[in-house]
């Protein structure tokens, strides 16, 4: 997670969306290059032709998710389990793997998409089939740098496409500022019980003391180094009894963090502390009917000058009966006083699940978009 160096980049013809960002980037070219936090996101879900999913995606060896990985530009650093799920630290973020569905997440210039026809072939080998497929981003803050099929959303699109025919692609918030991209396979068979939530938040600007404690003059693995860290910074609120906790410092700086529960539940972590380009990121499959708890203790930690929360939701979770019944989900401006909301959207994809998306800024400052 250090500082890479700027490439030239030779790109023809980009959609209008990414030629905003494009330009943002041009824009800025007096400004060094940093880490490309924001993260890419893939999800499969699958189920059995037989209607015994048996061990699913766990039944794959180690080797064929460090093919994976490769094949994304990345590597697996440490791994620990339970009887639900595996958690891999990458040199590039997180993949998490249970039973009905693998969910890789990388930063950087890793080329993600590149990975879902390996994990097809992982889904065809153990004779499984999709019910659900994802790709999802936040917008790059260093577009140019990026590596096909990463180099636009057209071919993004094509690349998701070129497997799930039927993909759908969206677009959540401004284009000109902070937005997500999500494509969307859905080939699941209903009536059915869908109870899933994904909760993910982008963070910039973070506090310059908190960001400075993520430097190091050597890679430390889990460990006693970490914990100092992770207890100097109060970052173990985050983690109460039964968590299990993997993490990772990087030199010369970054930092990464997974942790798992016995009955499947995940958050992870990623912090980019430069000052130019200071960034982390929080994810979590959380079944609670109200967020706000957990996302207050995530902001008290990070201290950031202005995020984006996205929330996507199943219409049998937690959240989604709350959401249902007209009762806040712990993402809404009344939860985070000392934040204005800039922006909101939510989109109902229809049988009952939905994606909202909220983009905050502190108030008094003065950082009132993405820069």
């Keep these: 997670m250090s500082e890479q160096p700027t490439k030239e980049v030779s790109v023809s013809k980009p959609d209008p969306v990414t030629f905003i960002n494009y330009w943002r980037q041009y824009?800025?070219?007096?400004?060094?290059?940093?880490?490309?936090?924001?993260?890419?996101?893939?999800?499969?879900?699958?189920?059995?032709?037989?209607?015994?999913?048996?061990?699913?995606?766990?039944?794959?060896p180690r080797e064929t998710w460090?093919?994976?990985?490769?094949?994304?530009n990345a590597k697996i650093v440490?791994?620990?389990?339970?009887?639900?799920?595996d958690s891999y630290v990458l040199t590039e973020s997180s993949l998490?793997?249970?039973?009905?569905?693998?969910?890789?997440?990388?930063?950087?210039?890793?080329?993600?998409?590149?990975?879902?026809?390996?994990?097809m072939a992982v889904v065809e080998e153990l004779n499984y089939e999709v019910e659900w497929a994802s790709f999802m981003r936040?917008?790059?803050?260093?577009?140019?740098?990026?590596?096909?099929?990463?180099?636009?959303?057209?071919?993004?699109?094509?690349?998701?496409?070129?497997?799930?025919?039927?993909?759908?692609?969206?677009?959540?918030?401004?284009?000109?500022?902070?937005?997500?991209?999500?494509?969307?396979?859905?080939?699941?068979?209903?009536?059915?019980?869908?109870?899933?939530?994904q909760l993910s938040m982008t963070m910039y600007d973070m506090d310059p003391e908190f960001a400075k404690v993520w430097y190091a003059e050597e890679f430390f693995p889990c460990g006693p180094e970490t914990a100092k860290r992770r207890t100097q910074t109060n970052m173990d609120i985050l983690f109460p009894e039964g968590w299990t906790v993997q993490d990772l410092q990087f030199e010369p700086c970054g930092y990464s963090v997974n942790s798992i529960t016995n009955d499947g539940e995940y958050q992870t972590m990623h912090i980019t502390p430069e000052d130019f380009c200071s960034f982390a990121s929080y994810e979590t499959n959380s079944q609670v009917s109200n967020l706000q708890e957990r996302l207050g203790k995530v902001l008290s930690v990070f201290r950031p000058k202005r995020f984006t929360v996205a929330c996507l939701l199943d219409p049998n979770s937690g959240i989604g009966e709350s959401w249902k019944a007209g009762k806040p989900i712990g993402i809404e401006p009344e939860s985070f006083p000392e934040y204005e909301v800039k922006t909101r959207m939510t989109n109902e994809f229809g049988h009952g699940y939905a994606l909202r998306v909220f983009n905050y800024v502190m108030k008094n400052s003065g950082n009132g978009a993405a820069e």
């Design 138 to 197: 936040k917008n790059f803050t260093y577009p140019l740098e990026q590596i096909g099929p990463h180099t636009n959303v057209e071919s993004e699109i094509a690349e998701f496409n070129k497997v799930f025919a039927k993909g759908q692609a969206f677009i959540f918030g401004p284009a000109d500022s902070d937005h997500y991209f999500l494509m969307v396979f859905d080939d699941i068979i209903r009536p059915a019980v869908e109870s899933d939530c």
């Design 96 to 119: 998490f793997v249970m039973a009905n569905r693998v969910v890789l997440i990388t930063c950087g210039t890793t080329t993600l998409l590149n990975a879902l026809h390996k994990v």
């Design 78 to 85: 440490s791994h620990v389990g339970n009887d639900n799920i």
């Design 27 to 60: 824009a800025q070219q007096n400004k060094p290059v940093g880490f490309e936090g924001p993260e890419k996101r893939l999800e499969v879900i699958i189920r059995s032709k037989s209607g015994d999913l048996g061990k699913g995606f766990r039944a794959a």
């Design 66 to 72: 460090d093919e994976v990985v490769g094949s994304l």
